[in-house]
């Protein structure tokens, strides 16, 4: 028992520790994910979405202390039973989000690792097991160091962790793991699976049949609906039940990491000639309805200094911007939401390529973008 709560506590400490750090870099992105969370058509809590930003960065914190002070040895008591409510309470969201197809990705390890619902109820099941192991054999786990530099340890970790949330959230985050970072090819990350000549992930329809003379209901593919014509012929007492339908993964194959990214303006789609552009200034604005007459003053200031360059400056929004000194493209708010955690933000592109990105608290001057290339 005494190794094996030892094998738990390293295993569960770590992974605490990775899963809380990948949030922790970026608290605005796991604010987005608890939105999702909270939202009717989920959880149905939506007097928490205003919240979302602290509590993503609280989450993030709290699972890297927890996997700290278990790594320490110390609190074991308090340490244990919190970590023992935090699974339990993630192991129902990953349940729920699996089970329902609401969330088709839980944010567990925010942009650096994709899990499927299942896989994360899965992993969290095994993380349930691990952490009952701690509870019950909670004699085993002694400190590592003297008492005093356990807190100091401690107290690092939990400055050191919010210094990283505060740049998160103000300035971009330290590390970035979406696919639109600094250094990524936006051309080679919307390829198709059949461009780079992979498999694609193929998807099937379930269907949920009912009975209407005996209210018995039963799931099928949409391949069992067409195969057998006593779900639709004329006269069936089976009918499909509308609102549970959903499209889950038959096949998992290749999937562009870059997708919906277009600029569209009014059914004009601009995207390959910017995209090929040499030198590029994009204005991204996820929120036009949230922004203010000084961050328009900025990039009006932006967009004129550029006149006398040979950039191209081109802005994307999910509504129409007045006072904005060029026309704006529509691009799909959630792509924006990934570009960017700032309303407004600035995407440099090079032929495709991000040269650089900037939050709005660090709006750059056109001779500092011209230093770049």
């Known amino acids: 028992m005494k190794y094996f709560v030892q094998f738990a506590r390293i295993i569960v400490g770590i992974i605490f520790i990775i899963s809380g750090f990948v949030k922790n870099v970026d608290p605005v992105g796991l604010s987005y994910k608890l939105e999702e969370y909270f939202s009717p058509n989920v959880l149905n809590i939506p007097f928490l979405e205003s919240l979302s930003l602290p509590l993503a960065t609280f989450f993030s914190l709290f699972e890297i202390v927890l996997g700290v002070l278990l790594l320490l040895g110390v609190w074991k ?16 969201l990953t349940f729920y989000s699996a089970y329902f197809n609401k969330v088709t990705d839980c944010g567990c390890f925010g942009d650096a690792l994709k899990l499927e619902p299942w896989t994360s109820f899965y992993k969290d099941i095994v993380l349930l097991v691990l952490i009952i192991v701690l509870v019950i054999g909670q004699k ?22 919010v210094i990283i949330a505060y740049l998160g959230i103000y300035h971009n985050p330290i ?7 600094v250094g990524k090819d936006l051309v080679e990350g919307m390829k198709t699976p059949e461009e780079l000549g992979l498999k694609p992930t193929t998807y099937k329809t379930i269907y949920t ?9 039963v799931e099928i593919t949409d391949a069992q609906y067409i195969a057998d014509d006593k779900w639709y012929k004329h006269g069936t007492s089976w009918e499909i039940v509308e609102d549970k339908t959903k499209n889950v993964i038959d096949k998992k194959g290749y999937e562009p990491p870059i997708h919906d990214f277009s600029f569209d303006y009014d059914g004009e789609d601009k995207t390959n000639e910017i995209l090929n552009s040499p030198k590029v200034i994009v204005l991204v604005i996820p929120f036009a309805d949230k922004l203010k007459e000084e961050s328009i003053t900025k990039m009006n200031a932006l967009i004129n200094d550029a006149k006398s360059t040979d950039f191209l400056v081109v802005a994307v929004a999910n509504n129409p911007i007045k006072g904005l000194g060029i026309e704006n493209a529509f691009m799909d708010q959630t792509t924006m939401k990934t570009i960017t955690r700032s309303n407004p933000g600035i995407m440099i592109l090079e032929k495709g390529k991000v040269k650089a990105k900037y939050h709005y608290n660090d709006f750059p001057t056109i001779n500092q973008i011209k230093q770049l290339f």
Request: no cysteine.
């Open 209 to 217: 049949m009912k009975n209407k003379v005996d209210g018995k209901t």
């Open 175 to 181: 590390i970035d793991f979406r696919a639109y970072a």
């Open 77 to 92: 008591r308090f340490t244990t039973i919190a970590l023992l409510l935090t699974i339990v309470f993630f192991t129902f």
């Open 140 to 161: 085993y786990i002694q400190p590592l160091f003297v008492a005093k530099a356990n807190y100091v340890v401690n107290t690092v970790v939990i400055l050191g962790s």
